[in-house]
C-alpha cells in the first residue's frame, strides 16, 4: 500500500524556524495534509495544499510541495513553545481515505 | 470547518466488555470516518460510514468487533466489541464537510479508551 515517511523527532530553540519534511510514496496524489495533536487533545487540520500547487502560506505556516520528489515540508516560522506538539503528514488520491505518517514530535526548547 | 462531539471522551473498561463510542457533527456530511490511534502510534482508518448502508471496513477491521451505526446524517456511533487490552486506543470520528472526499478532514477530540 501506500506509504507516508516522517522524522520523529525536531527539537527547536525558540524564535527559530521550524521545518517538519515528509515523503510519500503515492504518485497519484491529490491532497496532502498537516494536522497538529496536543497531548491528550484531537488532531488539528493546520493545512492543506492541492498536488497542483507548490507553496502555500498562512501566516507563521509554509507549505512546499515538491511532487517531483514526493516531498512535503511544513516550515514554522518563530516557533514558540506553544508549537510543541505531534506533527502528523498525510495524504490521499482520488476518493480514498488519508494515509498519515507516524507524526514527528516537535520539541520547542525555551 | 466542523464541530465535532464525541462522547465518552475518556473511559476505563474491563476485559470482555464492550463500549459504545458516539460522534456528533454539526452539519449534515455524506461519509464519515472512524479512525483507530494506538499509543504511539499515527492513525489507522477502521472504516468508512455512510448513511443508509452498510460501513465499509479496512483490511484488519471486521464488522463483528467493530460495529458501526450511521442512523442519520449527523450522528454515528461505533462499538469497540468484546474489547481486550490490544483495544485500548484513542478512536477518532472524522468527516469531510466540502462533500465527499474533498478538501478538509476535520477530525473529533477522540475517545480514549483503555481496557485493563
Known amino acids: 500500500g501506500e506509504d507516508v515517511e516522517q522524522s520523529l523527532f525536531l527539537s527547536v530553540r525558540e524564535g527559530d524556524s521550524s521545518v517538519i519534511n515528509c515523503t510519500y510514496t503515492d504518485s497519484s496524489s491529490t491532497y496532502l495534509y498537516w494536522y497538529k495533536q496536543e497531548p491528550g487533545a484531537g488532531l488539528q487540520l493546520l493545512t492543506y495544499i492541492f498536488s497542483n500547487m507548490d507553496m502555500k502560506q498562512d501566516q507563521r505556516l509554509t507549505v512546499l510541495l515538491n511532487k517531483k520528489d514526493k516531498h512535503l515540508s511544513l516550515r514554522i516560522a518563530d516557533t514558540q513553545t506553544g508549537d510543541s506538539a505531534i506533527y502528523f503528514c498525510?495524504?490521499?488520491?482520488?476518493?480514498?481515505?488519508?494515509?498519515f505518517g507516524k507524526g514527528t514530535r516537535l520539541s520547542v526548547i525555551a | 470547518s466542523a464541530v465535532i462531539s464525541q462522547k465518552p471522551s475518556r473511559d476505563i473498561c474491563q476485559r470482555g466488555t464492550s463500549l459504545t463510542i458516539q460522534c456528533q457533527v454539526d452539519s449534515q456530511v455524506t461519509m464519515m470516518f472512524w479512525y483507530r490511534q494506538q499509543p504511539g502510534q499515527s492513525l489507522t482508518l477502521i472504516a468508512t460510514a455512510n448513511q443508509g448502508s452498510e460501513a465499509t471496513y479496512e483490511s484488519g477491521f471486521v464488522i463483528d468487533k467493530f460495529p458501526i451505526s450511521r442512523p442519520n446524517l449527523t450522528f454515528s456511533t461505533l462499538t469497540v466489541s468484546n474489547m481486550s487490552p490490544e483495544d485500548s486506543s484513542i478512536y477518532l470520528c472524522?468527516?469531510?464537510?466540502?462533500?465527499?472526499?474533498?478538501?478538509?478532514?476535520?477530525f473529533g477530540e477522540g475517545s480514549r479508551l483503555t481496557v485493563l
Open positions: 472524522s468527516v469531510f464537510t466540502s462533500g465527499m472526499y474533498t478538501g478538509e478532514l476535520f
Open positions: 498525510a495524504e490521499r488520491s482520488g476518493n480514498t481515505p488519508l494515509v
